[in-house]
């Protein structure tokens, strides 16, 4: 991060840390069919044909669930796993849930 001045809303100068916030590029490699489908998925919003803004949402996402499932597997070692019939319940309300959200428009 950069040292350095901020404007704030009221127009006064303010010191604080300003974050740079850039873009790194480099050159990877695609399966076909992956490439195809976030191709596809760019055009949608909000990504509006940015390929870019698409896999940093999928690595965003996938960084997001790694953490979770860190936080669950901490989880089990401190106080063991899900009782079978409390998963069984939970998976029929997520089941229950997720039917209700799909008819909804």
Do not use: C
């Amino acid at each position: 991060m950069k040292r350095g001045r901020a404007r704030t809303a009221a127009g006064s100068n303010a010191v604080g840390l300003l974050a740079m916030a850039r873009a790194v590029k480099r050159s990877i490699s695609f399966d076909p069919q992956l490439l195809a489908d976030a191709e596809m998925r760019a055009k949608e919003p909000p990504f509006n044909g940015n390929l870019s803004a698409v896999v940093n949402h999928a690595l965003e996402r996938e960084s997001k669930l790694r953490g979770m499932r860190e936080l669950l597997d901490d989880m089990d070692r401190e106080f063991g796993p899900v009782p079978p019939e409390m998963y069984a319940e939970a998976k029929r309300e997520i089941d229950e849930w997720e039917s209700r959200s799909t008819r909804e428009p």
